[in-house]
T-cell receptor, first 113, second 113 residues
Framework: SQQGEEDPQALSIQEGENATMNCSYKTSINNLQWYRQNSGRGLVHLILIRSNEREKHSGRLRVTLDTSKKSSSLLITASRAADTASYFCATKAPLGGSEKLVFGKGTKLTVNP | SAVISQKPSRDICQRGTSLTIQCQVDSQVTMMFWYRQQPGQSLTLIATANQGSEATYESGFVIDKFPISRPNLTFSTLTVSNMSPEDSSIYLC??????????FGSGTRLTVV
């Protein structure tokens, strides 16, 4: 079964605006990762945040993690039309557990020029 | 990170036939994962392929339907057998890299008619 639940399911914004996507999960994790998928192609790894981290930045991306609430958010600042894609969170079990990723349902982001 | 070459990128197949999808990795990896992404949905893990041992299948997926080969540490195949229209999906392979996330193949878009 799916671990993560993203919201919103779809988000449409204007170029230059910020986009925030949220992810919730159900069980303990080692880390949480965010991926981007363009037009049903392969996934691209964006950022990984470990369970002992609360916030991480990478370029225009900012990820937060609240393990007490079992939730994470992905913020894309100053969005561009090229950011149009589907975004998925994925969780990995604690050390000693499974190596597999469990994906959320995803958020479809549209950035209008 | 590893680079994965996945083939074919897309195919249209007749029901009742089988399709074999290949993934070639440019470095040796212990684990390889196979996912299915049904239209408009998130990724669901089919199985984990380890070199030198039988693949481990997730609930709802069986070896007779999705046989997997892993002859060495850089290559794997997934076969979708006796296809029906319900098998129309994107199929993706994935490998972990250095604790920083996972690399995905570019996906195989399968349509069964």
């Amino acid at each position: 079964s799916q671990q993560g639940e993203e919201d919103p399911q779809a988000l449409s914004i204007q170029e230059g605006e910020n986009a925030t996507m949220n992810c919730s999960y159900k069980t303990s994790i080692n880390n949480l990762q965010w991926y981007r998928q363009n037009s049903g192609r392969g996934l691209v790894h964006l950022i990984l945040i470990r369970s002992n981290e609360r916030e991480k930045h990478s370029g225009r991306l900012r990820v937060t993690l609240d393990t007490s609430k079992k939730s994470s958010s992905l913020l894309i600042t100053a969005s561009r039309a090229a950011d149009t894609a589907s975004y998925f969170c994925a969780t990995k079990a604690p050390l000693g557990g499974s190596e597999k990723l469990v994906f959320g349902k995803g958020t479809k982001l549209t950035v209008n020029p | 990170s590893a680079v994965i070459s996945q083939k074919p990128s897309r195919d249209i197949c007749q029901r009742g036939t089988s399709l074999t999808i290949q993934c070639q990795v440019d470095s040796q990896v212990t684990m390889m994962f196979w996912y299915r992404q049904q239209p408009g949905q998130s990724l669901t893990l089919i199985a984990t392929a380890n070199q030198g041992s039988e693949a481990t299948y997730e609930s709802g997926f069986v070896i007779d339907k999705f046989p997997i080969s892993r002859p060495n540490l850089t290559f794997s195949t997934l076969t979708v057998s006796n296809m029906s229209p319900e098998d129309s999906s994107i199929y993706l392979c994935s490998v972990p890299f250095s604790g920083h996330g996972y690399t995905f193949g570019s996906g195989t878009r399968l349509t069964v008619v």
